[in-house]
């Protein structure tokens, strides 16, 4: 389907769904090295282990957000699927390890 420019995409959800990578990556960075700062300047720097996973997952999607955004860009004038799998799986194992840095956090605190 294209527009009446002969532009392939109708709308600006490519646009709404990159940006939306890029906050979470952002947020995944930003967060993981604060809690990460906060754990050894609480001397605890085990907890920094799994907060210092979440940075790296989230530069990790960042970084995959730029390159892939031109990939997306093809895939969808061509009408082909372009999945996100493996950001998706970046992404889960980064919550899993601010979720566990939170829960060790939260134990070792109470």
């Known amino acids: 389907m294209t527009t009446s420019g002969g532009d392939p995409r109708p709308g600006l959800h490519g646009e709404r769904t990159r940006l939306a990578w890029v906050r979470t990556a952002v947020l995944m960075s930003g ?11 609480d001397d605890l720097p085990g907890l920094a282990v ?3 996973v979440v940075a790296l997952a989230g530069a990790v999607l960042l970084v995959r957000t730029g390159l892939r955004h031109s990939a997306l860009e093809r895939a969808l004038r061509h ?3 372009l999945g996100a799998g493996l950001d998706a799986r970046v992404a889960w194992a980064g919550a899993l390890a601010a979720a566990a840095g939170a829960l060790v956090l ?3 605190l109470a």
């Open 31 to 41: 967060s993981g090295i604060g809690a990460a700062g906060a754990a050894v300047r």
């Open 50 to 52: 799994p907060f210092g």
């Open 79 to 81: 009408g082909r699927p």
């Open 106 to 108: 939260v134990l070792r």
